[in-house]
């Protein structure tokens, strides 16, 4: 059976803040190999974003930050006018858009986490040429091993 | 059908606000005052009638004035206790703040979750206020009292939810009138009253302890006007520059304009004989007596009625912006920090909303029930405070030099210690008097709030990321720390 493959894929790697559940995300997009691969943030406060966009010249990964400015402090719409206008513009690349899921431990921690992700996640599923790729964290509550995490050397290599 | 709804939505509460449109309100004093006062003022349609229910407990009703000094002499007190501590810290995090940044965390989460105790009940006890007014007018009303607090609750939310800016001089006015509404009626009260042969209730000199007790009871439930001065202490940030003094001076006109009112009707009470509550709202019992005109009376109810309103409004954003501060500081669920498209903090709205609906609809909507378990919230926050002013003055002190700047801090620090004790004093008091009528239900929801809460205080913990510290409280905590100190 003939299948047309698409002619590239393209990673978008979504990013708040600087931490390593994101680091993890990034880290897994790359290994993907992807033909372009770029980090998308959200601009809803100035102080976040601020930070992000020094934090992001800090560690220096390589793939650049695209903040999307958010007026209305709306995650979900401008994710989605960004991702929809890659897809117009290639229409046949398949974007993969990388989102960091936390597996919770404890019933009530579910109400807690990923509220605004799992929207964004459906949203985005609805779009034609996406793929969603959550990328797992386990909280504290949810690993079977509760091994402390040990400080990372402050020269350490980032992938 | 999504359209349908989207559009539903935008016509009840309105067209989305940018974030950079959003301007931060500054307001002259005389705006201000109406604006955060009115919790503390509005305090005099139930303050009064707590101090007679509690001398009535003990039939000491002659005892009125001078329980009416004692509370007016505590509000004084702390009146000028608060405006050091706005001098001190002219934020908009108030004592949650002061007690977190010189107690400790586990101190500030006691203390926030007092003033949110505090801040729930003052919406359940001004909406059962409301609805006991509104079934004094119309007595038809009584047997609806239920539906219609929780039906005042869900205006207030819907109104909160659009940020409708009430308009500034409505509010002057609504302020203002209540002040001047409650001396024309102590002035026409008292030349009435001369004319008139019956004489107020004699006091019984306080002999055996029982009375001793109903006096410190009695005082106790008046300090339940002193609720409304936290939200007086942190409006702070929307005064004009220097923000910290005009703070102060709104506060202490604020206290002292309702320590007045207070006292006022509280003295009319005594004189008219009016014995308890369950004819309704002092006030308007007082109002009756003394002009006997249902217009007038109906006016008086209006204003007040106004004012009570402006008080709920006013600690739904109070609440919403707590909120927002300790779901910062990873206390609460994160999702209080979010402003929704018109810049409100849903969260927080709807969380005072529910919490308070509920409580009024278990209380029956009744003032007296509420009222035993509003003092033990607010005064657990003031003794906290002015623990921790003292302690901010040590270290002032520790660091001044010149001879007038030592004055000034040893002077206030008396004042801190002084207002300390007397909160102390009535902390224990009203949890003496009121613990079995439901002051237990407070310390309960204040405990179990305390133990629910993370210990760490802190944002999840994912380590550090390649050496920096990412974590924004703790940059931010340190920022303010040399803002302040």
């Excluded at chain 2, 306080?206 to 942190?234: C, K, R």
């Excluded at chain 2, 801190?416 to 309960?444: D, E, K, S, T």
Aim: glycine share 8%; proline share 5%.
């Amino acid at each position: 059976m003939e299948v047309a493959l698409p002619s590239s894929t393209r990673g978008v790697v979504l990013i708040a803040q600087l931490h390593r559940p994101a680091l993890r995300a990034l880290a897994y997009a790359k290994a993907a190999r992807h033909s372009t691969l770029e980090a998308v943030g959200v601009q809803i406060e100035r102080e976040p974003a601020a930070k992000l966009q020094q934090d992001w010249g800090r560690i220096d990964s390589g793939v650049p930050l695209v903040l999307l400015d958010s007026p209305y402090r709306d995650l979900v719409g401008p994710v989605m006018e960004y991702v929809t206008t890659i897809h117009r513009s290639n229409p046949r690349e398949v974007v993969v858009v990388y989102v960091p899921e936390y597996i919770v431990g404890r019933w009530w921690e579910r109400f807690l986490h990923n509220r605004s992700t799992t929207k964004l996640r459906q949203q985005l599923l609805g779009l034609k040429g996406v793929v969603v790729a959550a990328v797992p964290w386990h909280l504290e509550s949810a690993r079977e091993d509760a091994v402390t995490e040990e400080v990372p050397e402050p020269h350490e290599e980032l992938p | 059908m999504r359209g349908l709804l989207q559009r539903l939505r935008r016509l009840v509460f309105g067209q989305p606000i940018a974030t950079d449109a959003v301007v931060p309100v500054t307001l002259r004093t005389r705006l201000a005052l109406p604006v955060f006062g009115a919790g503390i003022l509005s305090a005099v349609l139930y303050a009064p009638d707590a101090v007679v229910d509690a001398l009535r407990r003990g039939s000491q009703q002659g005892a009125i004035p001078f329980m009416a000094v004692g509370v007016v002499l505590i509000m004084l007190l702390l009146g000028f206790a608060y405006r050091s501590n706005v001098h001190a810290r002219p934020d908009s995090l108030g004592d949650y703040g002061l007690v977190r940044d010189v107690l400790g965390r586990k101190s500030g989460v006691v203390t926030g979750a007092s003033v949110l105790v505090d801040y729930l009940f003052t919406v359940a006890v001004s909406v059962a206020a409301l609805t006991q007014l509104v079934a004094f007018l119309i007595p038809q009303l009584q047997v609806w009292d239920v539906p219609l607090s929780v039906g005042i609750v869900g205006i207030v939310t819907v109104v909160a939810l659009r940020v409708i800016r009430e308009r500034a001089r409505i509010i002057l006015g609504v302020w203002f009138g209540f002040l001047l509404v409650v001396a024309i009626m102590f002035v026409v009260g008292v030349t009435s009253h001369g004319a008139d042969t019956t004489s107020p209730i004699a006091a019984n000199a306080p002999q055996t302890w029982s009375i001793w007790f109903s006096y410190a009871g009695a005082i106790a439930s008046g300090a339940v006007m002193v609720t409304g001065i936290e939200h007086l202490a942190a409006s702070a940030p929307n005064h004009a520059k220097p923000r910290g003094i005009r703070a102060g001076r709104t506060l202490i006109i604020a206290v002292t304009a309702s320590a007045m009112a207070f006292f006022l009707v509280a003295i009319l009470a005594w004189m008219y004989r009016i014995t308890g509550w369950s004819k309704g709202p002092i006030l308007l019992q007082v109002a009756q007596d003394v002009f006997n005109n249902a217009l007038v009376v109906w006016i008086i109810a209006g204003i007040a009625a106004a004012l009570l309103y402006a008080a709920v409004a006013a600690v739904f954003r109070r609440f919403s912006n707590l909120t927002a501060f300790l779901a910062r500081d990873a206390y609460l669920p994160r999702q209080l920090t979010m402003r929704n498209d018109r810049a409100v903090l849903r969260g927080g709205v709807l969380l005072v909303a529910t919490a308070s609906a509920i409580v009024v609809a278990l209380a029956g909507a009744e003032v007296a029930t509420l009222i035993h378990l509003y003092v033990i919230g607010v005064f657990t926050s003031i003794v906290l405070s002015q623990i921790a002013m003292v302690r901010w003055v040590n270290g002032k002190l520790q660091l001044a030099t010149e001879r007038k700047a030592r004055l000034g801090l040893h002077g206030r620090r008396v004042l801190h210690v002084a207002a300390a004790v007397v909160a102390a004093a009535v902390w224990i008091v009203v949890l003496v008097f009121n613990f079995l009528n439901g002051a237990w239900i407070a310390v309960a929801l204040i405990a179990s709030w305390c133990s629910c809460t993370p210990s760490t205080g802190t944002m999840p913990r994912y380590g550090p990321t390649c050496g920096f510290t990412s974590t924004t409280w703790k940059s931010r905590c340190r920022a303010r720390r040399a803002a302040w100190c």
